[in-house]
């Protein structure tokens, strides 16, 4: 059995949480957004116009408001 990283890193809970489905859900989205502001972050030095880097920026902060928005239900459904 091949255990990726991500169940490696995930701290051991002694009690369930509220809603299991909705906590790895969140934790599903918190990651992915994660990878895709890292990538967007990437692209920045490369973007030609100024409208690339606003448009890059936009998302960005988009992907970073989602985030945010995982990041408390979390603590609400822990």
């Known amino acids: ?4 990283q991500t169940y490696l890193a995930r701290p051991m809970r002694f009690l369930e949480a509220a809603d299991p489905i ?3 859900a969140l ?7 994660a ?4 990538k967007l972050l990437e692209w920045l030095p ?3 116009t100024r409208r690339d880097r606003r448009a890059i ?3 960005a ?5 989602e985030i945010e928005f995982a990041i ?7």
């Open 61 to 65: 902060r988009d992907l970073l408001a």
């Open 27 to 33: 934790e599903h989205v918190l990651e992915r957004d």
């Open 46 to 48: 490369a973007a030609q």
């Open 1 to 4: 059995m091949i255990l990726n």
């Open 72 to 78: 408390q239900r979390i603590a609400e459904v822990e």
């Open 22 to 24: 909705a906590l790895a």
């Open 57 to 59: 920026i936009a998302r």
């Open 35 to 38: 990878q895709d502001v890292r």
